[in-house]
């Protein structure tokens, strides 16, 4: 299978690390070709071509630019498109819909919406995707899977849910990562060395995420089996209540999500 990626920055280049595990040709194309060839060169395999030619060429084709700059590229390539009828179209731009892009491709063709997050690269990623309605939609879904197997987990949804999940799942990471670093903070005003904090840190964050989903409790449980009466751990929820935590992460992720949609106008 030849599997080309139009836009190979953080995001497009995330997704790259993780396809070319799989046993497929890899196909890369980037504006600066030297990011892309140093991002073959990172994954062990990839070449470069044109956007043209992964149009043209590729069965498996997934768009990594930005949502404002997507429907302008389709257009432009247009011809390649159609020398390409039978190609599956995956797109990770936010805000843009299954049915926003669907006029610039063929009937015949393939079309998947995606929002993953960078840590796919290493195989921890989260990502939601809707499948385009058609006769093919089931193939294109094992297909899809079957190149984001190494990824990380993967959640179908309703397309109208994307935006949504994006506040979460695609977003979040840069909210956690800020978590880690005030939690790093913290112990560095304590005494500790940088590392240390952050190795302590991000493992805690790391341990937390997987006795969630290993244990299926909900994390109000098992925030109450950490939080003993009188100790240490309630005088630090307590005082994180007191600063609006929750309100604030709340507050974090619908403004993500207004801005998504936003980005899809």
Request: glycine share 10%.
């Amino acid at each position: 299978m030849r599997v080309g990626f139009i836009g190979t920055g953080n995001m497009g280049g995330a997704i790259a690390q993780s396809v070319a595990k799989q046993d497929v040709d890899v196909v890369l194309s980037n504006f600066m070709k030297a990011e892309a060839e140093s991002l073959s060169q990172k994954i062990g395999k990839g070449v470069h071509a044109t956007n043209a030619e992964i149009a043209a060429t590729c069965q498996v084709i997934f768009l990594g630019v930005k949502p404002y700059q997507l429907l302008n590229l389709l257009e432009s390539l247009e011809a390649e498109i159609t020398k390409n009828p039978e190609a599956l179209w995956v797109s990770m731009s936010a805000g843009l819909t299954l049915e926003d892009i669907s006029p610039y491709l063929p009937n015949t063709a393939g079309l998947i919406r995606m929002m993953p997050n960078t840590p796919v690269s290493i195989g921890q990623g989260m990502t939601t995707f809707s499948v385009k309605s058609s006769n093919r939609a089931t193939h294109d879904q094992e297909t899809f899977t079957y190149l984001m197997a190494k990824s990380g987990k993967l959640l179908s949804l309703p397309e109208h849910l994307i935006d949504a999940a994006t506040g979460i799942s695609g977003c979040g990471p840069a909210f956690v990562y800020q978590f880690i670093e005030a939690l790093a903070d913290a112990g560095v005003q304590n005494g500790l060395q940088r590392a240390d904090a952050i190795q302590l840190a991000a493992q805690t964050v790391l341990g937390a995420g997987q006795l969630v989903l290993e244990s299926g409790q909900h994390p109000a449980v098992l925030k109450d089996q950490v939080t003993s009466p009188g100790g240490s751990t309630v005088a630090g929820v307590v005082a994180l209540e007191e600063k609006g935590f929750r309100h604030a992460s709340i507050s974090a992720v619908n403004v993500a999500i207004k801005r998504t949609k936003e980005l899809g106008k």
